[in-house]
């Protein structure tokens, strides 16, 4: 079966590195998305990705935040300049359809640790 | 906004059964249902859409109240592997071109021997 696969599973960085996390989405799938969670608490969006440009930001995805889809199957999650509170797990998503019976599918995540 | 779960533990012995709750203060197109492993990722159980039909789980049912704004989670005859968070993720459409799940508050389940 088909899933979202998420590189690197695990990653350790110093406060002010930038970090890239890379996703590879399933393949027919058109919609992706980002989730964030910080260890024992829910799983949160970031930001959803269409046609090669953001649908739709939380308030957590601020400017140190970029999304790139740079070739037809990797879809990234750039952080800039890292701070210690962006420790978390980050979850990638893709779906096929924009629809509301449509099951959102995420990949194994990547825990990123801010030291 | 972000959907309400209860209760927001469970502790059950294998076999018996257990309900959990999710309820949104916004209108709902539709309720996705995921459970959580520690350490994993979110893994998708059922989705409810507006209008009563219903995909899912084979042993794992739902129901979604579009009037009231619930849904319920219903396990039966629990197993080990039920164990988990389980979250609710109301799907909120925000516009022509976004949709983004919300997660509940989560409801942790253990299941024991």
């Known amino acids: ?115 | 906004q972000q959907p309400v779960q209860s209760p927001q533990a469970v502790i059950l012995r294998e076999g018996e059964d257990a309900v959990i709750n999710c309820s949104s203060s916004k209108a709902l197109y539709s309720v996705h249902w995921y459970r959580q492993k520690h350490g994993e990722a979110p893994v998708f159980l059922m989705i409810l859409l507006k209008g009563g039909e219903q995909k899912g789980h084979e042993k794992i049912s739902a129901s979604f109240n579009e009037k009231k704004q619930q849904s319920s989670l219903y396990l039966t005859a629990s197993q080990l592997s039920y164990s988990g968070t389980y979250f609710c993720g109301p799907f909120l459409r925000w516009g022509y071109n976004t949709d983004k799940l919300i997660f509940g508050t989560g409801t942790r389940l253990q299941v024991f021997p």
Request: aromatic share 14%.
């Open chain 1, 1 to 115: 079966e088909p899933e979202v696969t998420q590189t690197p599973s695990h990653q350790v960085t110093q406060m002010g590195q930038e970090v890239i996390l890379r996703c590879v989405p399933i393949s027919n799938h058109l919609y992706f998305y980002w989730y964030r969670q910080i260890l024992g608490q829910k799983v949160e969006f970031l930001v959803s990705f269409y046609n090669n440009e953001i649908s739709e930001k939380s308030e957590i995805f601020d400017d140190q935040f970029s999304v790139e889809r740079p070739d037809g199957s990797n879809f990234t999650l750039k952080i800039r300049s890292t701070k210690l509170e962006d420790s978390a797990m980050y979850f990638c998503a893709s779906t096929r359809y924009r629809d509301k019976g449509e099951t959102q599918y995420f990949g194994p995540g990547t825990r990123l640790l801010v030291l």
